[in-house]
Structure formats: C-alpha cells, structure tokens
C-alpha cells in the first residue's frame, strides 16, 4: 500500500462548489515498494489502467509485454499471465474483506502493477480516501479506530463493504484487464474469469477452517458467486450529481 502523506484542497465556505474540482495529494514514492516486491530484479511499475494502452516505441498494448517472460506458445504465456495476475491481486484483498472488513479501491488508476524480465510480480495499491470499513469485522478483528463525525469510510452495513470491493475489484478491474487480454493475446475471457472464480474459491476455502472467519468465508462466498450482482450504476450517479451515494443496477454475474 502506497501511504498518503498528506493533502490540500480548497475551502468550500470560500470558493463554493468548484472546491471540489481541485485537490492535491503527497504519496511516497513506489520505488522502493516495488524492488521489495520484485527482488533481485529492477522492476517496471506501470498504472493498471495504462495497460490496454500500447507501450511506448511499440505497437502492442502493455499488457502484452506481461507476458513476454513466460514460456510456451502466445496463448499459454497469456494464460499464465493472467493466472499471476489473479493469484497476486484478488487473495490480498479478498483476505482484508474477509478476516478485517476492510474493502480497498482498487480499481485501475489506484492500482499499479510491478513487473520484472517479462512477468507479473506484484501490486502496489494507493488512494486510502475511498476505502469502506465493516465496524463489526474490525471489532471482530481486535481494531480500535476513531473515524472523523459523519465519515461515510465506516459502516454497519457488510452489503455495502461487499459491494464496494466487489464494484472496484470485479467490474472496473479485472472485466477491463480481462478485455485487454483477449484483444491483444487472443485470450478467451471465459478462461479468465474462470480462474478468477477458482482462486477466489480456493482461498475462502481454505480460510474457513479458521473457526473466527468461517461465517464470514460463507457470506462472502454467497455474495461473490452469485448468479447475479449488483453493479455500479455510475451514469445514473453522475445524473443526480451524488458520486457518493452509490446506486446500483443487477446485471449476471461473471464469476458465476
């Protein structure tokens, strides 16, 4: 996780509604996060949502050069590709959801991949302002924190925990990534969803036998594979001009 080291805005009570159009924020650097993450190697960190872009001197996108460290055939480099991409971004927060109620936003610009001789190795994950907290998951957990009055960070509500990590993970990252891989290396999304069920599957599983997680193993697996979910019906708020106030449309489930 990148830190936020500080921020500044402008005053609403001086400068009115364009307060909100402007705001600054200072975070470490992500060099160092990502040579732990890729040691011995020198990594490349690239933003997540730049990977359907073509990488600088080439033709093919950058989610193509991912793969080029991995052996075999196009389609069997892809297909690893993905399999690491999962295996190193969905268990980590699926796993504070679960054991700490915390939901990460984790969608493509808050999300940086590192990458070392052709493979993915890592994240790195910022923007700590939009993240959701399940106050009985983290009493459960043995946290104590003080939120700010009237902070819309916290709540009693697992529905909405579920659904903003759900929202972040699922359809704003991994259907796009997914999308970019079948265009530029031919990789069927049926497969990588797929496997993205199976990873999220093996890691509840395994997680329940600790008797403290076992209920909550079982909701979120009944939330996650459903047949149908809730997504983020971001026009709609756009329209009503509260970008806070989440609404939601039901749509098929893809891991289902």
Not at 116 to 126: L, N, Q
Not at 130 to 150: M, Q
Not at 183 to 196: Q, T
Request: glycine share 8%; with cysteine.
């Amino acid at each position: 996780v990148q830190a936020d080291l500080g921020g500044a805005g402008l005053r609403p009570d001086v400068h009115g509604d364009r307060a909100r159009q402007l705001g600054v924020l200072l975070r470490e650097p992500p060099d160092a996060l990502a040579r732990a993450i890729a040691a011995p190697d020198e990594p490349a960190i690239w933003v997540c949502a730049a990977l359907g872009e073509r990488a600088p001197g080439h033709d093919a996108p950058l989610i193509a050069a991912l793969a080029d460290g991995y052996p075999g055939a196009p389609a069997a480099r892809a297909e690893a590709m993905i399999g690491d991409y999962i295996e190193r971004l969905v268990p980590p927060l699926l796993r504070l959801l679960v054991a700490h109620g915390l939901a990460l936003e984790a969608h493509l610009q808050n999300c940086l991949v590192v990458s070392s001789a052709g493979r993915v190795r890592g994240f790195i994950i910022r923007d700590l302002g939009g993240v959701r907290v399940h106050r009985p998951r983290l009493r459960a957990a043995g946290h104590a924190i003080a939120f700010a009055p009237g902070s819309f960070i916290a709540t009693d509500s697992l529905d909405e925990v579920q659904r903003k990590l759900s929202h972040v993970l699922l359809h704003a990252h991994l259907t796009a990534v997914f999308a970019w891989a079948e265009r530029a290396l031919g990789l069927d999304p049926r497969v990588s969803w797929a496997r993205a069920r199976a990873v999220i599957a093996r890691a509840l599983a395994t997680w329940s036998r600790e008797p403290r997680l076992r209920e909550a193993c079982a909701r979120d697996r009944e939330f996650l594979l459903a047949p149908r979910c809730l997504a983020k019906a971001l026009f709609r708020m756009r329209l009503i001009d509260r970008s806070s106030e989440y609404r939601y449309t039901e749509v098929d489930n893809a891991l289902a």
